[in-house]
């Protein structure tokens, strides 16, 4: 355990800053999850939708140093190629 209070405020932090990754990493994946339920069900007005939401919520997540910007054009990139594959 950390006696200085340099250290022990770091270990609080960077707890803080894991949790809120987390929670961005987890949007980000319900996202996408929402877009391949949405061409799932055929609807391509709604998988639009979806992927137009998506896309900003990576976007975001990207911005705010969660993911690395070739992992966010990744992303973005097979979850519109699925959308646009759609009949």
Known sequence: MANIKSAKKRILVSRRNADKNKAERSEVKTAIKKVYA??????????QAELTAATKTIEMAGSKGVYHKNNVARKVSRITKAVNAMA
Do not use: H, L, R
């Open 38 to 47: 949405a061409i799932e069900s055929g609807d391509k007005k709604a998988a």
